[in-house]
């Protein structure tokens, strides 16, 4: 088995984690299922958010009684004390805790540090000293805020999309935080459902001694195949690499990654994180469950966008979102009217 550290934590776990953002989606007995194999099969590590509606409960459930034969992180995405008191104490009572491992700033458009003015940085210092919270931690989506928090040595890890699609500078934030022992959490580690071969993506990741990928898991059938690299990791072989180069070929250039930070703020309602990336969901997945009536409704919402730049301001990639919204409505018509995938 694989296990990897999170830098000066020690939190020593196996190299497979549990993302449950996916699990809201899903009925509770259902997801305390999914989490429970998980458990009882060496996933040690389960990543939630106090933002993903109700699966702070459903993890809750689900390890009630053996909660402390694992690992925990959460996250506040408050930008007051208040808010941020608030938080903590609902994801205890949902988690059925009284401590979590790990506690992440949820993707701050700056660095919280001691002394700031916001105060933030000195909840989560008192929220240690209480017991409340093991490790200080953050995650982020810009490069600069991610660079910042690595080099103020205030974090005890970071949490940054990090998959074989990334560029020089991730791999430059997955080594800076190698050389200041600070732990590394891999989310989008799929890119957001784009990547479809987890063997591929799992011999990427596994590059990396320092790195943790949480992998999203909704079905059982996803969370089979991690399961099955626990006793037989997948290692990068020429014919992964070759594999890899193909893929990062096919999805060069400006791409959605399905992130969600322009949501759920589109004054038009269009649910950017899916409209916008269309085109290379009909291609890299069954393209029947995209063409439904529902789905038509959701990409016919794209007519109702008044251009007022919010989705933009808010991309931590820097993408163009209407032109991208434009193009995928118009491909995804063409395919509705005949057009081959």
């Given amino acids: 088995m694989v296990t990897v550290t999170l830098g000066k934590t020690g939190i020593t776990v196996n190299k497979n984690g549990f993302g449950a953002l996916p699990i809201q989606r899903i009925p509770k007995e259902d997801a305390a299922y999914l989490l429970r194999k998980a458990y009882d099969n060496g996933i040690n590590f389960f990543d939630t958010a106090r933002q993903y509606s109700d699966s702070e409960e459903k993890v809750g459930y689900a390890f009630k009684g053996i909660r402390d034969r694992l690992y925990i992180s959460t996250k506040t995405a408050s930008t007051t004390v208040e808010g941020f008191w608030d938080d903590l104490h609902t994801s205890l009572k949902n988690l059925q805790t009284d401590y979590v491992d790990i506690l992440q700033f949820h993707n701050p458009d700056f660095c919280p540090k ?8 000195e909840a989560m210092l008192k929220a240690k000293e209480q017991g409340k919270i093991r490790h200080i931690s953050i995650t982020n989506h810009r490069l600069h805020v991610a660079m910042e ?17 990334a560029a020089e500078q991730d791999i430059e934030i997955v080594n800076a935080c190698k050389e200041h022992n600070m732990g590394f959490i891999a989310m989008k580690a799929l890119s957001g459902g784009l990547i479809t071969n987890s063997a591929a ?16 898991v909704q079905r059982e059938k996803e969370l089979d195949e991690f399961l099955s690299y626990i006793d037989n990791p997948p290692v990068m072989t020429e014919e992964l690499s070759s594999f ?35 085109s290379l969901l009909l ?36 993408l163009n979102t209407p032109d991208l919204l434009a193009e995928n409505y118009k491909d995804y018509k063409e395919v509705l009217a005949g057009k081959p995938l």
Wanted: aromatic share 10%; proline share 7%; with cysteine.
């Fill in 244 to 278: 890899i180069v193909k893929e990062r070929e096919s999805l060069s250039g400006s791409f959605c990654r399905g992130c969600g930070y322009c949501m759920p703020t589109c004054p038009a309602h269009i649910k950017i994180d899916d409209c916008a990336r269309m």
């Fill in 201 to 216: 993506a799992y011999a990427f990741e596994a590059q990396y001694d320092n790195v943790l990928p949480i992998w999203g």
């Fill in 114 to 121: 001691p002394g700031d003015g916001t105060g933030l940085y």
């Fill in 283 to 318: 291609r890299r997945s069954p393209s029947a469950g995209h063409l439904t009536p529902e789905s038509q409704a959701m990409m016919a919402k794209i007519e109702d966008c008044i251009h007022c730049g919010n989705c933009m301001k808010k991309c931590p990639y820097g």
């Fill in 149 to 165: 928090a690595i080099e103020s040595d205030l974090y005890d890890t970071l949490q940054f999309p990090f998959c074989y699609l």
